[in-house]
């Protein structure tokens, strides 16, 4: 797969991404309050960001100590 192959589908799915985010947003302010919402998207990307950089590259996560 090429280079510009793999950038088109990146900013596809980005903006479906985006667009799917706006529609779940909106239904769920309805049960649960902003404030979590926000936290609970903090904590899966800090998760996901720590899982990617201990596998990949462990050095990254000294600025953690």
Do not use: C, H, N
């Amino acid at each position: 797969m090429s280079v510009r192959t793999k950038g088109i589908l990146y900013a596809i799915s980005a903006a479906i991404i985006w667009g799917l985010l706006a529609i779940s947003l909106k239904v769920t302010l309805d049960y649960v309050p902003a404030i979590t919402i926000v936290w609970v998207r903090f904590v899966v990307a800090f998760t996901m960001l720590w899982i990617i950089l201990y596998v990949k590259e462990r050095a990254a996560l000294q600025v953690l100590k």
